[in-house]
């Protein structure tokens, strides 16, 4: 096979069978930009509508600059991984400033600014500017894997370097760098599956050195996922004068300044966090649970109500007692999204509206 040979095939077959997706509808930086923050550790599906409802309501760098925070998180809920959104909004305030909100053009530059690796300058550079800048995700290094048959650990310098090595001859063939970009993430997501690849459906079949040893679903090798965590996270709603307590998240670390129910590993860290709040609580039996997996930790939830014999309507800074409207409005931290659905499922009536 020759250089030229992958590069057509691959591109006959990505004008034949690409998607029709958002962001590719045009090659404005900051769409892509957006995509692609957006789309790490996410499911196209999932992205779409969120992604439409984002640039309905900031359009442009300009608009998401001055946007506040809290209101980023209010379009992003739902994404999870908000340090995404907020390295987003640095980088673009970044480029507002620096560069009057033009998107620069050499990989430096775009590098350099917050929340971008290598992987997203490649994506931006190649499909906003038509750069020969190869942009290699978990979807392009599976593909490149399994076409030059690389034993190697994927995640071994050596491996990319070949990996990058080959995209880049495949550019200096064809100058359609961001649809070379693009048809290798395509291939990736639609054809060359984790599992059960559809070797029959992809344009590199007769060129594949790992489906002609028979080694497909065997690559790409790599290290031992790390084990998840378990956490045991105890859980109080307690609910006085049409208010319930919620506290804010420290400004750093998971799920950074995102509003929670009062929380800690074990019953008498939750006491000792409500008593920071001047509430001396009892807990009464157990009213529901729930589980719920990030990357590399798994939180097991147990939702209990509490009872105080005074209430604190006083609060410290980070604490907050919450009408129905706050509520349904509040950034919640991951979870906890869940478990103020299940207080306003079953307790919303209770609750005063702000104001009130």
């Known amino acids: 096979m020759t250089d030229e040979q992958l590069t057509t095939s691959l591109l006959d077959w990505y004008d034949r069978s690409r998607r029709n997706l958002p962001w590719r509808s045009d090659n404005d930086p900051y769409r892509i930009w957006v995509s692609e923050i957006m789309l790490q550790q996410t499911r196209v ?38 340090s995404r959104a907020r390295n987003l909004q640095r980088g673009v305030r970044e480029v507002v400033e620096r560069y009057g909100g033009q998107m620069p053009d050499s990989h430096e530059a775009v590098v350099s600014l917050p929340g971008i690796g290598a992987y997203t300058a490649g994506a931006i550079l190649s499909i906003a500017h038509n750069k020969p800048e ?37 550019m200096a063939t064809i100058p359609r760098y961001g649809d070379i970009t693009q048809a290798l993430m395509e291939l990736g997501a639609i054809v060359c599956l984790p599992r059960n690849p559809c070797c029959e459906e992809c344009p590199w079949k007769e060129f594949c050195s790992a489906r002609q ?15 998840v965590r378990i956490v045991e996270v105890y859980t109080g709603i307690l609910i006085a004068d049409g208010r319930v307590l919620a506290m804010k998240r420290p400004a750093k670390g998971l799920l950074a300044g995102m509003w929670e129910f009062p929380s800690a590993e074990g019953i008498e860290l939750l006491e000792a966090r409500f008593q ?11 009213w529901f649970s729930l589980t719920h997996t990030f990357s590399h930790r798994e939180w097991r939830m147990r939702i209990f109500h509490c009872k105080a014999p005074r209430i604190q309507k006083k609060t410290a800074d980070g604490t907050r007692w919450m009408g129905r409207d706050e509520l349904q409005t509040a950034i ?6 869940k478990v103020a659905a299940r207080v306003d499922k ?10 009130s």
């Open 45 to 82: 599906e999932t992205v779409i509508p969120y992604y439409q409802r984002f640039l309905e309501r900031f359009p442009d760098m300009q608009a998401l600059a001055g946007a506040p925070e809290e209101e980023l998180m209010s379009f992003w809920q739902g994404l999870g991984y908000y």
């Open 134 to 170: 190869p942009a290699i995700d978990g979807n392009v290094l599976r593909v490149l894997s399994r076409l030059l048959k690389i034993e190697d650990l994927i995640e071994q310098a050596g491996a990319r370097r070949r990996i990058d090595t080959t995209i880049r001859a495949m």
């Open 213 to 227: 040893s028979g080694v497909q679903g065997s690559l790409p090798r790599k290290k031992s996922s790390l084990p």
């Open 276 to 286: 920071a709040t001047g509430h001396e609580v009892s807990l009464e039996p157990e």
């Open 332 to 337: 919640w931290a991951g979870p906890h999204r």
């Open 346 to 355: 079953e307790f919303g009536e209770l609750l005063q509206e702000k104001g």
